[in-house]
């Protein structure tokens, strides 16, 4: 095999940083993602929906961070020193999406992401793009537009 049949070969895998909300085992392509950090301290917003944990600035922007839990329908991120934000940038604003913990990255073959289910581990299926099967389970890839265009 050559070098370029290698390199195309990679570039079309799907690289998902996976991470927990509840028991469910999430993914999102690591494309999306503008980066990853610790809870930091957060501002309330007066009237916002519940979902909406507050706002926090960093480094000089404005971040909308919402509980990832809450806006998926399962229980809230219990707070604690494993939760992150998975800052994303959605119709050019950027969101956190506060999570329980994070995994691992990991590649996925896109021919073996298969259709969501109508319910993946309490999460409403229409939020997924795909499942990727592991040797531990299944891993819901969300599909983070859907997810933030609902209100």
Do not use: W
């Amino acid at each position: 095999m050559s070098e370029q049949t290698k390199r195309s070969g990679a570039a079309s895998m799907l690289e998902l940083a996976t991470f927990y909300v509840g028991e469910a085992q999430c993914g999102i392509d690591i494309l999306k993602i503008q980066e990853i950090n610790k809870q930091t301290e957060v501002t309330g917003v007066p009237q916002s929906p519940d979902y909406v944990v507050g706002v926090l600035n960093l480094r000089g922007r404005i971040v909308t961070v919402i509980d990832l839990g809450l806006k998926t329908g399962l229980s809230p991120i219990t707070q604690d020193k494993d939760n992150r934000n998975i800052i994303v940038d959605s119709m050019g604003e950027h969101i956190g999406l506060l999570v329980d913990r994070i995994s691992d990255v990991m590649s996925a073959d896109p021919s073996h992401v298969e259709p969501p289910p109508a319910n993946l581990g309490g999460i409403e299926g229409s939020y997924f793009e795909g499942v990727v099967k592991t040797e531990a389970g299944l891993i819901g890839v969300l599909d983070i537009e859907r997810v933030l265009a609902e209100g």
